[in-house]
């Protein structure tokens, strides 16, 4: 069964940065396209970057320009650089495969940025 941990996340003032990692297990990480999404209490699990297996990246609109998704095929992580981070950030993260998740989600880490 595939396993993915996330973490990184935190309390932080608007406009600082945080990064998040995720490291997965029970599968073969680097076949796989990546990607990080978000979502708050009582809504949709929202795609926010995603990283295809040769590198090439895209971003939500609401994102672009402050986050940087990257990976680690050696440490099958997967990371998310997030910059400028504004209150609307304020979300529980995950990370998963990209279109068709793995069957099981992580814990997700808590991202909370104030005002």
């Known amino acids: 069964q595939v396993q993915l941990v996330e973490s990184g996340g935190g309390l932080v003032q608007a406009g600082g940065s945080l990064r998040l990692s995720c490291t997965v297990s029970g599968t073969i990480f680097s076949i796989y396209a990546m990607g990080w999404y978000r979502q708050a209490p009582g809504k949709l699990r929202e795609l926010v970057a995603g990283i295809t297996i040769g590198g090439s990246t895209n971003y939500a609109d609401s994102v672009k320009g402050r986050f940087t998704i990257s990976r680690d095929n050696a440490k099958n992580t997967v990371y998310l650089q997030m910059n400028s981070l504004k209150p609307e950030d304020t979300f529980v993260y995950y990370c998963?495969?990209?279109?068709?998740?793995?069957?099981?989600w992580g814990q997700g880490t808590q991202v909370t940025v104030s005002s």
């Open positions: 998963n495969r990209l279109n068709r998740d793995f069957g099981s």
